[in-house]
């Protein structure tokens, strides 16, 4: 086992058990070779007692592996700290400037240019710094430059594991001036300093530390919050930190300018991108033994979809719709580039008799071929359960010849619920294997998956009529009712998958659907500060959509978190499933560089931020693209279009405003439609 290897949650174990097992006497060498006698040592006295209160130690049955594994990444973590000091600055990357006026938020052209240096930039961070400082974020981005108070290295062993998360920024007097006027001025800045940026997010930081875990959740406490931060995303590789330097010295007067000066200015790596990645079946209860499988193929929200010109592209539908003149009549809507590939014109599209009929399918090729896996995953994790089940049957079976008549009877007792178990697992793998094979019969024909053809879809552009400049990237097209089948309810949400320790690990492992029992769905969209704002989880997890948020909701929600406003969302994805997350009150601008490269178009977007809280569940990943976000009460907020990350787990989610969209769709082809859906 590497430390590569260790998910989130063990990462932070394994720091803990391994800074207790590195740093008692002999620290590294006297533990190695116990372990590698196989000797025994009684792990608790080495581990720090505030540590005690965690349970899992007490209880966890630890692998040699896994105790090499945390003893090295203790170690790594103390070179780390001990380094911190002399550790050289990152070699920096010198941009020259091209001649031309810088364009304002909109399309211009792009063209920055740069040499490399091999003189070390003054403004350049140490190389720790920028490796750690948002180390604790889900794709770990790069500094590169920031101004604010002197970084403090992480120190002593001792102390509890901290770590930072992103959250949102609400009632701050930057959002008086925001849309229409500062990030306009902010985008020039960074355009004139030739800042090849590609977002531009108002968030703040929090750190907390992590002082146990119950129940598989983290127990934390704040103990930072960082200012209000303009959090600029850049190509490190095209962007010396004196560009960035000079750049946010220009922000910081224009910030004060508009009388504000409590923010500080972030650079950091990062890119954007946009999330492409028979009948179906009725949605199903969570007790159903399917419940954990069948969400991609039933009728609820969170369908996958593709195309059949492009199956192995792969998006998500949005909602369904309807038109006032004809209410059987039901549309999809998605976004544009999931359906439409970008090497084709950007120019309106309309189905007609000239055009190219291009059909959306549900689920693309990739998806067909996770449900396939998931399902088989499904029926090998109750055969194993059902093998191990009987043979504790099998010595039930034994203990009840002996003599011992309070043991015979629990033996009874024992055998009895095992039973139960078994037969119950074995309704399952047979329900399940009914399912793989009508998937493997009914869905591999992409001609058999068609929900119905592209109807319209304008092409991708800026438009600002007032709401601060937004892009237009959404598509129609028409669903065949009747492939929706008998269960068809219309826009309701599914909430995922509700796992259960009870029955075998493998259950806490699915990477398909919310991997948190609907007890803890609760908890965490409820506000500890909101009496009036609790979240009643559905009895048969599908949540009804009904109606929007407006802008001034978003902006200042009647949530709180630690006395902080908060807007909690949710969405259902094809490839993170369901997930919760942080809206943020301010907007941010996105750059885009799309079908031309040398065309860039620069917007602003709703921003969604991961959950955080201990964790580093990513709200999105690329496949997600056109999933419906909504908050616990099921008001429609926006149609996911994008991420900003340098890796596959994104730091932040971007959207367009449903209220906003559902007006440009009324302006178009489709004045009548709305969401009440006939069904």
Not at 174 to 182: A, G, P
Not at 220 to 235: A, F, K, Y
Request: proline residues 5%; glycine residues 8%; negative net charge.
């Amino acid at each position: 086992m590497t430390v590569g290897q260790l998910d989130p949650s063990e990462r932070e174990k394994a720091l803990i058990i391994g800074r207790g097992t590195a740093t008692a006497g002999h620290a590294y060498e006297r533990t190695r070779r116990k372990i590698e006698h196989r000797q025994s040592f009684v792990l608790f006295l080495l581990v720090p007692a505030q540590h005690l209160r965690n349970s899992w130690i007490i209880n966890m049955v630890l692998s040699v592996s896994f105790v090499e594994t945390s003893i090295r990444l203790a170690r790594e973590y103390e070179e780390t700290r001990v380094s911190v000091e002399q550790d050289p600055p990152i070699s920096p990357t010198t941009t020259t400037a091209s001649d031309g006026s810088s364009p304002s938020m909109g399309s211009g052209e792009d063209a920055p240019s740069s040499v490399t240096s091999d003189e070390h930039d003054q403004f350049t961070v140490s190389a720790s710094e920028a490796r750690l400082y948002y180390a604790d974020l889900a794709s770990s981005p790069t500094l590169l430059y920031r101004t604010g108070r002197p970084w403090t290295p992480p120190t002593g062993l001792e102390t509890y594991p901290l770590v930072k998360s992103s959250i949102g920024v609400f009632d701050h007097p930057i959002m008086h001036v925001w849309d229409n006027v500062l990030s306009l001025e902010l985008v020039d800045i960074l355009d004139a300093h030739k800042i090849p940026f590609s977002t531009v997010d108002v968030i703040r930081f929090e750190t907390r530390e992590i002082y146990g875990i119950v129940d598989g959740e983290h127990q934390t406490r704040r103990v930072d919050m960082s200012p209000v931060t303009i959090w600029i995303g850049v190509d490190i590789e095209m962007t010396s930190a004196q560009a960035a330097h000079g750049a946010a010295k220009a922000v910081l007067a224009l910030l004060t300018a508009h009388n504000i000066t409590d923010i500080d200015v972030d650079f950091r790596s990062s890119t954007y991108v946009q999330e492409v990645s028979t009948q179906l079946l009725p949605p199903v209860h969570d007790k159903d033994p399917l419940a954990k499988v069948v969400g991609p193929i039933t009728s609820a929200l969170g369908v996958p979809i593709s195309t059949n010109t492009r199956p192995n592209a792969q998006g998500m539908m949005t909602v369904y719709l309807t038109e006032g003149s004809e209410p059987d009549r039901l549309l999809g809507l998605t976004c544009r580039h999931v359906v439409i590939p970008r090497n084709e014109l950007n120019t309106t599209f309309i189905l007609n008799r000239s055009t190219r009929v291009t059909n959306v399918v549900a689920l693309g090729d990739p998806a067909l071929q996770t449900l396939v896996d998931s399902v088989k995953d499904e029926i090998k994790g109750h055969r194993d359960c059902i093998k191990v089940w009987k043979a504790q049957i099998d010595g039930f079976v034994k203990r009840e010849d002996g003599l011992d008549d309070l043991d015979v009877a629990k033996a009874k007792s024992s055998r009895a619920k095992t039973e139960k178990l078994v037969a119950k697992a074995e309704r399952a793998m047979g329900a399940l294997l009914t399912l793989l094979n009508n998937i493997q019969r009914d869905w591999r024909p992409i001609d058999q998956r068609v929900l119905g053809p592209v109807l319209y879809a304008p092409p991708i552009r800026l438009v600002n009529d007032g709401s601060g400049p937004l892009l237009e990237d959404w598509a129609i097209f028409e669903v065949n009712r009747a492939m929706l089948g008998p269960g068809f309810r219309g826009n309701v949400l599914d909430l995922g998958v509700l796992l259960s320790t009870s029955s075998s690990q493998y259950l806490l492992e699915r990477s398909t659907g919310t991997n948190i029992s609907s007890e803890k769905f609760t908890a965490r969209c409820s506000s500890k500060d909101s009496a009036d704002w609790t979240f009643q989880y559905p009895e048969d997890r599908h949540l009804p959509l009904s109606g929007m948020l407006t802008r001034r909701q978003m902006d200042h929600p009647d949530m709180f978190d630690d006395g902080e406003p908060c807007l909690l969302v949710i969405k259902s994805g094809s490839a993170t499933g369901t997930t919760i997350g942080r809206a943020n009150g301010v907007h941010s601008v996105v750059r885009k560089y799309a079908y031309n490269p040398a065309r860039r178009v620069t917007c602003l977007e709703w921003c969604i931020l991961n959950y955080g809280r201990g964790t580093r569940e990513v709200f999105s990943k690329q496949g997600d693209s056109g999933s419906i976000i909504v908050d616990t009460k099921g008001r429609l907020g926006g149609m996911l279009t994008g991420g900003s990350g340098i890796t596959d787990s994104l730091d932040a989610t971007y959207a367009t405003p449903f209220s906003w969209l559902l007006q440009r769709i009324n302006d178009s082809e489709f004045p009548n439609a709305n969401l009440n859906i006939n069904v």
